[in-house]
């Protein structure tokens, strides 16, 4: 009787664990599974692109508002140049001068970046173009109507009698600390609102101070 009971256990047992057996093959060879992961996967990358999307229109929205206001100055050896224009110089040849960038009052350029950035303009190449300058890596021409058009170069101009370059110094804000740069001067890039920028001429080792206009810019940015 015992033996037969047993027998009965035994076999009930392995029952259940077949059909436990079997639920389990099926749910792994199933389609619910993958079809989950499948749903779970589209969705997030609909989620992420249409974040993006949206930031961009945002970012170019508040782009589109923005007007910047960097200071600019030209020191030669041991001063700033004075005089600098106070409103944008037309010249000889109006069309020449593309929107987005207008001289604000003397030393201070506004420039537009969503202008600029569409027209792979935002760089220091435009406030040159603004201020009638030709400028090289070892060179700067004034036009007539700035510093009596002179023209300095590293060959046949001196501070005193020591030799200079010519070099363009950045601040990205009056706080922050400078950048030089000594080549390809036009292609130094306008990166925010607030910067700082001196066109020098100087001897080596002279410490090359931001325009004055720094100090303008605070009332204009806020107000």
Do not use: H
Not at 46 to 51: D, Q, T
Not at 60 to 76: E, N, P, R
Not at 92 to 105: C, M, Q, R, T
Not at 155 to 176: F, H, L, R
């Amino acid at each position: 009787m015992a033996t037969s009971s047993s027998a009965k256990k035994i076999a009930r047992l392995a029952e259940a664990s077949k059909n436990r057996k079997g639920r389990k093959v099926r749910m792994q060879g199933g389609s619910l599974f993958p079809t989950m992961i499948f749903v779970i996967v589209v969705l997030g990358v609909g989620l992420i692109a249409y974040a993006r999307q949206s930031q961009e229109r945002v970012s170019a929205l508040d782009t589109a508002k923005q007007t910047y206001f960097t200071a600019f100055g030209i020191y030669k050896c041991d001063a700033f140049i004075e005089n600098l224009p106070d409103a944008t110089p037309l010249g000889d040849d109006p069309a020449s001068l593309k929107p987005g960038a207008f001289i604000e009052s003397p030393g201070v350029v506004r420039w537009e970046p969503q202008v600029l950035s569409g027209e792979r303009r935002a760089k220091l190449e435009t406030i040159f173009e603004l201020y009638g300058l030709k400028v090289t890596n070892d060179s700067i021409e004034f036009p007539s109507t700035l510093n009596n058009g002179e023209k300095i170069t590293e060959i046949d101009t001196k501070c005193g009698d020591k030799d200079a370059t010519v070099q363009v110094v950045v601040w990205d804000t009056k706080a922050a600390s400078s950048k030089v740069s000594i080549a390809e001067l036009g292609n130094v890039r306008l990166t925010g609102n607030g910067m700082a920028i001196t066109l020098a001429f100087v001897a080596k080792d002279v410490e090359v101070p931001q325009p004055v206009t720094v100090t303008d810019l605070d009332l204009l940015i806020t107000g």
